[in-house]
C-alpha cells in the first residue's frame, strides 16, 4: 500500500494499468486527448505488479485496474472516470491537480 500511495503522490495524474486491458487503454486515451500526461504503471510489466494489485483491490478497486488517481488521491476506476467525464468533472479536477493547464 506504501508503494501505491508513493507512485500515486508523484504525479498529478496517475494510473494503474496493466497492458492487456482495455478499458485502461480507454482511460489512458482519455486522459490524452483531455491534455494530460498521467504518470502510467503497468502492474503485469512491474515485479510488485501482483502485491499492487490487491492493494488497489483493497481500496476500493473493482476491478482493480485502470486505478486513477488525481492529485494524489483515488478517484476510481474506469467507470467512476467515465461517469465523472460525462458529468464534465473530471478536466476540472485535472485543472485543479495540475495535470493540465491553458
Known amino acids: 500500500m506504501d508503494r501505491i500511495r508513493d507512485l ?5 495524474a496517475v494510473i494503474f494499468t496493466k497492458s492487456s486491458c482495455c478499458m485502461c487503454h480507454s482511460i489512458k486515451s482519455l486522459f490524452y ?5 498521467p504518470a502510467v504503471h503497468e502492474l503485469d510489466q ?3 505488479g501482483r502485491e ?3 492493494a488497489l483491490q483493497r481500496l476500493g478497486s473493482n476491478p482493480s485496474v485502470p486505478a486513477v488517481f488525481i492529485g494524489g488521491r483515488y478517484v476510481g476506476s474506469s467507470r467512476d472516470i467515465i461517469s465523472l467525464h460525462l458529468d464534465g468533472s473530471l478536466k476540472q479536477m485535472l485543472i485543479d491537480a495540475g495535470a493540465i493547464w491553458f
Open 8 to 12: 500515486a503522490s508523484k504525479k498529478a
Open 33 to 37: 486527448e483531455l491534455g494530460a500526461s
Open 46 to 48: 512491474d515485479p510488485s
Open 52 to 54: 499492487m494489485e490487491k
